[in-house]
């Protein structure tokens, strides 16, 4: 059974605007991991947040986590051509397994 | 610089036959995937392993089967191939501080089962 769920399940935006995406889950989770993949290519890990954290950051990302309603958000800020790609959730549940949603697609137009 | 590579890119076999797709990682990480990527789906594990002559089934591992006689190496083998395995296939590794934490994918092999 799918355990994330991206959501939306495209979006296209400016350059320079914030992209949000989301990501919802069934289950009490260890952790959650966002990644990203450009066309064509493998995923490539971007952050990972623990189920005590609340929100994290790394560069132009920021991720929540809300285990109360079970879901997690990615913000890309001021967006680039550089960032269209698909972007996945993967929550680890309790018994060690990573599940993977069906994924963002996000889309910069210049 | 360490890279995890997939061959062959891409694989046009028939039904029936033997296949065998090719992950080499110069990670030195001792936990290694496969996984299956089709449209609509997030990826679903096929086989795993946490170190040498150590594998384990995945979700969909049925028709698949891998080995791992060193650390560099999982090749995943489809003993006889059905249309149903035409697909886009990742092999991943992590280092062992946490298997499912952080993983480092190859750039994929696209399989074609005719």
């Known amino acids: 059974s799918q355990q994330g769920e991206e959501d939306p399940q495209a979006l296209s935006i400016q350059e320079g605007e914030n992209a949000t995406m989301n990501c919802s889950y069934k289950t009490s989770i260890n952790n959650l991991q966002w990644y990203r993949q450009n066309s064509g290519r493998g995923l490539v890990h971007l952050i990972l947040i623990r189920s005590n954290e609340r929100e994290k950051h790394s560069g132009r990302l920021r991720v929540t986590l809300d285990t109360s309603k079970k879901s997690s958000s990615l913000l890309i800020t001021a967006s680039r051509a550089a960032d269209t790609a698909s972007y996945f959730c993967a929550t680890e549940d309790s018994n060690y397994q990573l599940i993977w949603g069906a994924g963002t697609k996000l889309i910069i137009k210049p | 610089d360490a890279e995890i590579t997939q061959s062959p890119r891409h694989k046009i076999t028939e039904t029936g036959r033997q296949v065998t797709l090719a992950c080499h990682q110069t990670?030195?990480?001792?936990?290694m995937f496969w996984y299956r990527q089709d449209l609509g789906h997030g990826l679903r594990l096929i086989h795993y392993s946490y170190g040498v002559q150590d594998t384990n089934k995945g979700e969909v591992s049925d028709g698949y089967s891998v080995s791992r006689s060193n650390t560099e190496d999982l090749p995943l083998t489809l003993e006889s191939a059905a249309s149903s395995q035409t697909s886009v296939y990742f092999c991943?590794?992590?280092?062992?501080?946490?298997?499912?934490?952080?993983?480092?994918f190859g750039s994929g092999t696209q399989l074609s089962v005719l």
């Open positions: 990670w030195n990480h001792n936990n």
């Open positions: 991943a590794s992590s280092d062992s501080t946490g298997p499912n934490e952080k993983l480092f």
